[in-house]
């Protein structure tokens, strides 16, 4: 059974069997592996869930047959976009009853995936939170179209519904993250500079710096997913956040604590360690120059990829 683009159906097996049939199977899988991380990460927000998400990808796409798949990539994609779908629901679940405020699971990304500077910004911190507001049809059709530029016809022929009604959904998305999102993507130097600020100030106790460089209606979200202490819900406001970063949850300057410049996300970003141990990621929203959003991620369950570099492209 073929679908409209002359692909078969998930599940079809084809005339083709034996090492010649997996080898190509695995060689377009490993072709596109990054891209499909990509894409389940990006409508996730959770590299562990990302990885089940291919996982189960690979058994279907495996069970293809290829000679019926005029395009692989946009095959593949439409394998993954169904199975995050299915997995954003069950995420979403799981977060009714999770502990605290919840951030995306952090990524140490390499200093290629800051140059593409429209990558970058779809897989930060900030633009994550604000696509944790669309509803899961609309995360995946505002991802597939404004991120890898997919047709409208590949789109609905991955979420199951109409071209016509793909438009509308990529429409109301647009308009909902627009009035969400940072007002300018910030160039990485000046999330650098105001990274680096934000550091000395912390490491040296400096108030008044970090006064300095946080915007007035600044927010600071903690994610400890109940196994490390962290706030249980934002922090607003210039002088209550500085206080806190310089006395509050955990000492970022004290005493065997050690903050270390990093990629994460695609952005500048900072390691904490405490007495050299990893406990937590720190990444800011940056705007005007000004310090708009810190996300500080303790969970431990969500700090096992920042060991190495994660592989990100569109």
């Given at each position: 059974m073929n679908d409209e683009r002359g692909g078969s159906v998930e599940g079809a097996s084809g005339p083709l069997g034996g090492e010649g049939r997996m080898e190509s199977a695995t060689e377009a899988f490993v072709t596109y592996r990054n891209l499909l991380f990509t894409v389940a990460y990006e409508m996730l927000g959770s590299a562990a869930d990302a990885e089940d998400v291919l996982q189960e990808a690979w058994l279907r796409w495996v069970s293809v047959d290829l000679a019926t798949v005029r395009d692989q990539r946009a095959y593949l994609v439409r394998i993954v976009t169904r199975q995050a779908l299915n997995r954003l629901r069950t995420l979403g679940r799981r977060k009714e009853s999770y502990v605290g405020?919840?951030?995306?699971?952090?990524l140490l990304t390499a200093p290629d995936v800051a140059e593409d500077v429209e990558l970058a910004d779809s897989v930060s911190m900030a633009m994550l939170l604000?696509?944790?507001?669309l509803a899961p049809t609309e995360r995946a059709?505002?991802?597939l179209?404004?991120?890898?530029?997919?047709g409208y016809d590949e789109i609905a022929a991955a979420v199951?519904?109409?071209?016509?009604?793909v438009r509308q959904i990529a429409h109301r998305a647009r308009s909902h993250v627009a009035a969400r999102r940072p007002r300018d993507v910030v160039s990485p130097a000046a999330t650098r500079?105001?990274?680096l600020a934000f550091q000395q100030a912390v490491e040296t106790g400096d108030l008044t710096g970090l006064l300095d460089i946080l915007a007035p209606d600044v927010v600071v979200l903690s994610d400890g997913g109940g196994l490390k202490q962290a706030l249980p819900r934002p922090v607003a406001g210039a002088g209550k956040v500085a206080r806190l970063l310089t006395a509050g949850l955990v000492r970022l300057g004290g005493a065997g604590a050690s903050m270390e410049p990093v990629q994460v996300n695609g952005c500048p970003g900072l390691l904490l360690?405490?007495?050299?141990?990893?406990?937590?990621?720190?990444?800011m929203r940056v705007e005007d120059g000004l310090v708009s959003g810190i996300y500080f991620v303790r969970n431990p369950e969500k700090l096992a990829r920042v060991a190495e570099e994660i592989a990100l492209s569109r």
């Open positions: 405020p919840w951030l995306p699971e952090p604000v696509l944790e507001t059709v505002f991802v179209r404004e991120v890898f530029d997919l199951g519904k109409s071209p016509a009604a500079d105001a990274l360690r405490i007495d050299g141990e990893l406990d937590g990621v720190i990444t």
